[in-house]
């Protein structure tokens, strides 16, 4: 079965056609810039055909030249589009109302329209790319995976705020948490490398990249994580708070007249690890500047440790028995020094791993030392992957 699986953002389109006979990426690339002066890149396999600036006035126009590119005589992988069987889109927010993947109908995307309000930035430019994609392949069938129905097993004493009950049922203002299709391709992928049914394991998923979130996994199933109602919670980010005191908004409405909505805004694009190093919100650049002597890039390089550490060290403590636990993306997968530093504190918890096998970047790696009870891997996440075998499973069924 050929599945095309699309990440919409405001201003991109990433895109990535697999061959789910072996699970091969046929071709992927992004179209960026859309609606500005529009870039488009394509590959096939890893070899770049094309990447080049072209117009591209709207998602429509992007969706099409996607195709057009992957059934195109000399360069496309396939020769009809209607070898795409099926589309899997992501969706960043599906509320309380999706608690898995759906085929998509009219009522799904009433529902995604509808939790438009707690992802503004997020939910509209999805249906942007679901919309488009129907039109440019109307026979294919439309899939939705949420990066939040992962989070959707957590019980009441996590999801929940401790404020008047109004809010949660009038508002829907709980904790939904994000990364959620990460969380579950590594947590599944740890539980295979351990020989073990997912449901016989507890993991702590350490999802670190520019957005970072902890997850507490008890027997298969979220059952904490440190994103809240919207990304900003949790742990310090490339530019982005993590948890603080509320106060600190209308203390700094009251003393700046900025608005709650610039405050927020101030809190997820200018603040983390850009704002306390000054220097920029990308650990490498951070890293080069502590290793200069920077005091500021050593408090952010610092701050980051302690929160990795914090989110463990409670999760561990809410789980009661850690079984393994897992680094990926970004940060996780490629910064040595962070796991060596961080998994240097937790031999409280039985964490052990070996300096040699954790002297690696980007690799599918078990790390644990002997003697260790806690199993540690890093795991590169592969969130197209699991969206493209959700797809797969719900077009099949259909
Ligand atoms: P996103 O959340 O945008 O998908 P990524 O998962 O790509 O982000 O992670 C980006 C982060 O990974 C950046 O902070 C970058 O500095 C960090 N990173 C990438 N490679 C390395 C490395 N070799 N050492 C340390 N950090 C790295």
Redesign the pocket.
């Known amino acids: 079965m050929i599945i095309l699986v699309v990440n919409t953002g405001s201003s991109s389109l990433k895109y990535q056609l697999f061959d789910m006979e072996d699970r091969k990426v046929l071709a992927k690339g992004i179209c960026e810039r859309i609606a500005e002066d529009g870039h488009m890149n394509y590959k096939v396999g890893d070899e770049t055909v094309f990447s080049k600036d072209i117009p591209l006035p709207d998602h429509g126009v992007a969706m099409q030249l996607v195709i057009d590119a992957l059934i195109d005589k000399e360069h496309g992988v396939i020769s009809d589009m209607n070898e795409i069987h099926a589309v899997g889109h992501r969706v960043v927010q599906g509320g309380s109302l999706f608690k898995k993947s759906e085929i998509i109908t009219p009522e799904v995307e009433a529902g995604i329209e509808q939790l438009s309000v707690i992802a503004p930035l997020h939910n509209p430019p999805a249906l942007v790319g679901i919309r488009a994609c129907k039109k440019v392949l109307p026979n294919a069938i439309g899939v939705v995976v949420f990066d939040t129905s992962f989070h959707q097993t957590m019980p009441e004493e996590s999801y929940m705020y401790a404020i008047p009950m109004e809010y949660l049922e009038k508002y829907n203002i709980r904790k939904y948490g994000a990364h959620g299709t990460s969380h579950r391709y590594v947590s599944e992928r740890c539980a295979e490398l351990c020989g073990k049914d997912k449901s016989e394991m507890n993991i702590i998923t350490c999802h670190?990249?520019?957005?970072?979130s902890v997850t507490a996994i008890k027997e298969g199933k979220c059952y904490d994580t440190s994103m809240g109602l919207t990304p900003l919670d949790g742990l310090i980010m490339?530019t982005r708070t993590g948890t603080l005191d509320p106060t600190v908004v209308s203390f700094i409405n009251e003393q700046t007249g900025m608005s709650a909505s610039e405050i927020v805004s101030m809190m997820n694009k200018k603040s983390g690890?850009l704002a306390v190093s000054g220097i920029s919100?990308?650990?490498?650049?951070i890293?080069e500047a502590e290793a200069k002597g920077n005091h500021r890039a050593h408090i952010a390089r610092e701050m980051l440790l302690k929160s990795v550490r914090h989110f463990i060290g409670a999760y561990a403590a809410e789980l009661g028995k850690v079984d393994a636990l897992v680094f990926t993306?970004?940060?996780g997968?490629?910064?040595?020094e962070?796991r060596e530093k961080v998994c240097d504190y937790l031999g409280f918890m039985g964490v052990k791993i070996d300096t040699e096998k954790n002297n690696s970047?980007g690799e599918e790696v078990e790390i644990t030392a002997p003697g260790s009870t806690v199993r540690t891997f890093v795991i590169p996440?592969n969130e197209e992957l699991m969206i493209a075998i959700d797809t797969q499973a719900l077009a099949d069924g259909k």
């Open positions: 670190l990249g520019n957005g970072s490339g690890l919100g990308d650990v490498r650049d890293c993306a970004g940060i997968e490629n910064d040595i962070l970047r996440t």
